[in-house]
């Protein structure tokens, strides 16, 4: 997003204050809930005066706080960015001293839709989560139907709406942002080169039309794939006629392949090499010294340092970057906790808000397409590390 259309708004993170304060304190004390992950039935030892209460299906019904879902995948090949995302719900919680939420995680790898149906079952309100597009495609119909939003950590605008709210990072928003700030440093002639697939696609659609916004030129795109040699081709096609920006929409490790061979054609060897929101993801982009001068747009890592380092404190490990997203979905939910009483339906229509949210990756809101808009940085690669070139705004005029 631009500059020009996204004005600093004095406030928009207080309301999160209590989570960031702490998180830049020291480690907070436990509070008196832990979310849990639900545990397999268990079976006690009968009693000599068996109870005559009616036992209830499910986990035991909490009156003083919300029930919250935590759907992702805690075991199979994405149990690594599950566990991460559960592991930053519990630090959010600790760190607000919420005692409202109990949160309570169901694991995925068995089927989205059955965790969503148990969730339900056991009286949640409020599902955050799932991870992937196809499993919030399965979840949405569920939830809908039982009148309680998803907030996904999917990236996929076509699963938004109706009841689901995507907190992922959006590549065309990326996109926009980067070449923006491309077109205010001069940069009028653009090519693309774009990994084949649903996100080059898209990508491809969003680079387009943000170029021809600005005023700016596509001179080409190509797209390349994993077979050997695909990149190169590409990149030889791209350099028939000499450009001065070549956005590359792909992971970081993507970037790092293409760069040096960019550098070596004809089109591109002055060129100012472009990246996407993928790039953040990479903790070691940075460290490329073949990406040394390269612009990228994401969303701020103003707190995400501080984050990281609490959290391998307390974990042992160092946390998925897309982890944060679970750390600003508990403090959304704490603050709209304040006009939500337990038991009752999630009330839905605080998510559109239009002063929106903030946290760990900055201002956010929610727009009526159920898609996150978020206050964007440009990153560069410099030095062995990225510096911000172009800070986010605060938040959103109107």
């Given at each position: 997003m631009a500059d020009a259309t996204v004005n600093p708004q004095r406030g928009i993170l207080r309301w999160a204050a209590l989570g960031l304060a702490a998180l830049l304190a020291a480690c907070a004390s436990g509070p008196r809930?832990?979310?849990?992950?639900?545990?397999?039935?268990?079976?006690?030892?009968?009693r000599e005066r068996p109870s005559t209460r009616p036992i209830s299906p499910g986990l035991p019904q909490d009156v003083e706080r919300h029930r919250v879902a935590l759907l992702v995948p805690m075991?199979?090949?994405?149990?690594?960015?599950g566990k991460s995302l559960a592991n930053a719900t519990q630090l959010a919680i600790l760190d607000t001293k919420s005692d409202v939420l109990r949160i309570t995680t169901y694991d995925t790898a068995g089927g989205a839709a059955n965790a969503a149906r148990q969730a339900i079952a056991d009286g949640n309100k409020l599902i955050l989560g799932p991870l992937l597009a196809?499993?919030?495609?399965?979840?949405?119909?569920?939830?809908r139907a039982a009148r309680v939003p998803v907030l996904s950590f999917s990236n996929d605008t076509a699963v938004a709406g109706n009841g689901t709210y995507l907190l992922g990072y959006s590549p065309a928003q990326s996109i926009e942002r980067v070449v923006d700030y491309?077109?205010?440093?001069?940069?009028?002639?653009?090519?693309?080169?774009?990994?084949?697939?649903?996100?080059?696609?898209?990508?491809?659609?969003?680079?387009?039309?943000?170029?021809?916004?600005?005023?700016?030129?596509?001179?080409?795109?190509?797209?390349y794939d994993g077979r050997p040699g695909s990149m190169t081709s590409a990149i030889t096609k791209l350099s028939r006629t000499p450009y001065q920006a070549v956005l590359i929409a792909g992971s970081g490790?993507?970037?790092?392949?293409?760069?040096?061979?960019?550098?070596?054609?004809?089109?591109?060897?002055?060129?100012?090499?472009?990246?996407?929101?993928l790039w953040n993801t990479d903790s070691a982009i940075g460290s490329n010294a073949v990406l040394n001068g390269a612009w990228f747009a994401s969303v701020p890592d103003n707190y995400y340092r501080t984050y990281a380092t609490k959290y391998r404190t307390r974990f042992g490990a160092a946390p998925y970057r897309l982890s944060t997203l679970g750390y600003d979905a508990v403090l959304l939910t704490v603050r709209i906790a304040r006009e939500w009483r337990p038991g009752d339906i999630f009330p839905e229509r605080r998510l559109v808000a239009p002063d929106g949210f903030g946290g760990l990756d900055g201002a956010f809101?929610?727009?009526?397409?159920?898609?996150a808009e978020r206050a964007l940085e440009v990153q560069e690669v410099k030095g062995g590390t990225t510096v911000t070139i172009s800070p986010a705004p605060t938040g959103f005029g109107g």
């Open positions: 809930v832990i979310p849990e992950t639900r545990p397999a039935p268990t079976v006690e030892a009968p075991t199979g090949p994405n149990a690594g960015v196809e499993e919030a495609r399965e979840v949405a119909p569920i939830a491309a077109r205010a440093q001069g940069v009028t002639n653009f090519v693309g080169l774009m990994t084949s697939g649903v996100y080059g696609e898209r990508a491809s659609t969003s680079f387009l039309r943000a170029v021809e916004d600005q005023g700016g030129k596509v001179l080409a795109m190509e797209t490790a993507s970037g790092v392949t293409a760069a040096p061979i960019i550098r070596k054609s004809a089109g591109g060897k002055a060129s100012r090499i472009l990246g996407t929101e809101r929610f727009g009526r397409d159920g898609i």
